[in-house]
């Protein structure tokens, strides 16, 4: 889990590997590092492992079978609830995180053992930070593929296999998913 704290994505899926196996919960923040064991120690999870890095630059020591990349955004899905954001907001600050979200998503697609997925998420409806980082990612990277999510999210998935939610018509904050399998050698 690249960009983890506070840990709420970690402990999930360490919940779902029935605490088995290991969890890297990654951030570039050391103090909020705390966060993340508080809520393993909370929920009574071992299998999670807290770690300060720049997932830009962070090295395994071997190929992760799955990646989690909730990437930094603009933040523009949570409009609902976070109604200030939007004074804080302008095109630059977009181009800057789309940036941003390009290097995380090159770097964690190195970290993937072939047949592994990286999961690609935001709370943003611009597309310059969700379909059109994944559509520039799978156009280079031709041994990735996008993987359309569960039939149960069927009313969610666009045409091109994302998920995406919005506002007005699900009644939930806007935000995107894109699940990608790196193909086995």
Known sequence: D??????GKATHIA?????????????????????IRENCDRLGIES??????????????????RILLDAPCSGLGTLGRKSEIRWSKDESTIRELAALQTKLIEHAATMLKPGGRLVY???TTESAENEEIIQK?????KDF???????KFSKLTTKQGFLR??????????????????RKA
């Open 15 to 35: 919940t779902l590997m029935q605490d088995r196996g290991e969890v890297l919960a990654l951030d570039l923040n050391r103090s909020r590092l705390k966060m």
């Open 48 to 65: 999670v492992r807290a770690a300060t890095g720049d997932a830009t630059i962070f090295k395994l020591d071997r190929l992760a079978d």
């Open 165 to 182: 939610t919005w506002p007005h018509r699900d009644r939930i904050g806007g935000s995107f998913a894109a699940i990608l399998e790196r």
């Open 121 to 123: 998420s935001t709370c």
């Open 145 to 151: 593929s996008v993987v359309c999510p569960p039939s």
């Open 137 to 141: 990612f799978i156009e280079k990277h």
């Open 2 to 7: 690249l960009c983890a704290a506070p840990g």
